[in-house]
């Protein structure tokens, strides 16, 4: 029997957010440090994934897993990685050790403690942000609809925990306020995400009794599921097949978040801690997006094309209106917050372009935004803590205070604003290259958000950083050795994979064009027209 590394990779968190939990409720330094060093652990477990995943490989899945659970009803534990999961892994276990060093203090007690200032369990804190990794890992390398479907859902657990007990301390509201808006923001989250999640489970209902019905057993296996369909063993009715592809897209959607299913999302990254903001855009919302491409492309090829034209169009509303909110806003955190439902537009937009470079370039911009997003709020949650206000009119002139947060600030709010060189553009190019090859309008109106990306990014930098100095940041400290060890490495692998993506795109693409030669698609071809008398030569 082979090494279990898909399972071992998600259950050295589970594991650490076991030990970090059990550590005595005084030595809040032994819980943080035992959290880093399980996150550590399991980013050697992703790169170890990385290093045996091989590109050129034959069959759709690697290093795969699978086991009976519960026989009676087809589920099966089934585990395997394509180049788009195992990418999304090591994404994951990437920045979740930058989250712990980032949060480093955000579960400290308040001093002076008062009656009105609650207790925050540091072991908690940390324990549940491992407790997200290891779902969202598991998520990633789940090919059984039924396992997808437990740890989709069972992820909202503890992100409820750390946004409704875990809020940002930012501003001059009382405890009592504050806690009133971080129970609102976590409650909707849930509710939004439990909504999406129990349409889903009907759909997952019935594509069990679907596949009982024509092959004789019941079966959650997406590989088996796949296959029977391309041997004409398994066939779904039109009606049947778009009911279900719509139950799982509407969760995904959610998840995502697409328009008009977003609205929990600003609420949430605005009141959590900016770590926490991470976890829910930079990796829990990834696993929406990816989950288009594994279940509703693969499973439902005939629906998905069907529902291309108004799943565009949502994309397109989600680019515009994420980037005309995010121009409008002045608390900080909503600003990046309705940037990332824009950027989730394009990233959604290019998966149902249909193209290889449309697809290629959405899964791409999935690796990219989720660095690019990480470092933008992680340096905004130290310019935050340092002054006490989420409010851009609260800043001015911090460049000249701290010029080393100001820089990675402005180069984090480039990629953003995907300015060539950084690695954002890339991925955001091939989207609108391959969308435009198909929909040549919707391309167009996609390039709108580019130029508002811009406007907001810029009057951003513009109002913070630069200007007179305000006297409430005159003492302000810049980046400390701590802080510089998270942002650093993000804002170089930025620089690298804007230069040289390759690394990251030889491993993508062969899943994209599996993935499309799934759906039964094929890239558009140029329109190439010859006169007369070049034709007669």
């Not at 990834?286 to 439902?300: D, H, N, P, S």
């Not at 090829?301 to 291309?308: E, H, K, L, R, V």
């Amino acid at each position: 029997m082979s090494f279990p590394l898909l399972t071992v990779t998600a259950a050295v968190p589970a594991a650490g957010a076991l030990a970090t939990a059990a550590v005595p409720a005084a030595r809040r330094a032994a819980a943080k440090w035992t959290a880093l060093v399980f996150s550590l652990a399991t980013l050697v477990l992703a790169g170890v994934q990385l290093a045996r995943f091989d590109p050129d490989a034959a069959g759709p899945f690697q290093l795969t897993e699978s086991h009976a659970w519960i026989s009676d009803f087809g589920v099966r534990y089934e585990l395997g990685v394509d180049g788009i999961g195992v990418v999304l892994v090591a994404l994951t276990a990437l920045l979740v050790p930058f989250v712990v060093l980032a949060g480093w203090h955000d579960a400290d007690p308040l001093e002076p403690a008062t009656p009105s200032r609650r207790w925050r369990p540091t072991q908690g804190f940390f324990a549940l942000i491992l407790m997200v990794e290891a779902m969202v890992v598991i998520s990633f390398e789940a090919t059984d609809v039924f396992v997808f479907y437990v740890f989709f859902e069972a992820m909202l657990i503890p992100m409820y925990f750390l946004i409704g007990g875990f809020g940002d301390r930012a501003g001059e509201r009382t405890e009592d306020e504050a806690a009133a808006q971080r129970s609102y923001a976590a409650v909707k989250f849930l509710l939004y995400n439990l909504a999406g999640g129990l349409v889903m489970l009907a759909a997952v209902v019935g594509l069990y009794a679907v596949t009982a019905d024509q092959l004789g057993h019941g079966t959650f296996s997406l590989t088996e599921i796949v296959q029977a369909r391309g041997s004409g063993r398994l066939h779904f009715a039109t009606v049947t097949e778009r009911a279900l592809f719509l139950g799982f897209f509407f969760a995904f959607a959610v998840k995502a978040p697409l328009w008009p299913v977003h609205t929990w999302l600003p609420n949430a990254m605005g009141e959590a801690t900016a770590p926490v903001a991470v976890l829910i855009t930079a990796v829990v919302d990834k696993v929406g997006t990816f989950a288009m491409l594994r279940f509703c492309l693969q499973l439902f090829p005939g629906a998905s094309t069907w529902a291309t034209p108004v799943i565009v169009v949502l994309a397109l509303i989600s680019i515009l209106y994420g980037a005309l909110l995010a121009v409008g806003q002045r608390d900080i955190k909503r600003l990046i917050a309705y940037a990332s439902i824009s950027h989730f537009g394009f990233i959604i937009l290019g998966i149902f372009a249909m193209t290889t470079q449309g697809q290629g370039g959405a899964t791409l911009y999935m690796v990219n935004h989720g660095i690019s997003t990480a470092a933008l709020m992680l340096v905004a949650g130290f310019l935050i803590s340092r002054r006490g206000s989420r409010l851009i009119a609260d800043y001015g002139g911090v460049q000249k205070v701290a010029p080393v947060l100001a820089g990675t600030f402005l180069v984090a709010g480039l990629a953003t604003l995907s300015l060539p060189g950084l690695a954002p553009f890339v991925s955001e190019f091939l989207v609108l290259v391959g969308t435009f090859s198909r929909y040549p309008v919707a391309g167009a109106v996609a390039t709108v958000g580019i130029v508002l990306a811009a406007l907001y990014v810029l009057v951003l930098y513009q109002r913070t950083m630069t200007g007179p100095v305000e006297e409430s940041v005159r003492a302000m400290p810049d980046l400390r050795v701590r802080e510089l060890a998270v942002v650093a490495p993000l804002i170089a692998l930025l620089l690298f994979l804007g230069v040289y993506p390759k690394p990251v795109t030889r491993i993508l693409d062969p899943a994209v064009e599996h993935t499309m030669s799934q759906v039964h698609r094929t890239d558009p071809q140029p329109d190439v027209r010859v006169s007369n008398a070049e034709g007669a030569k």
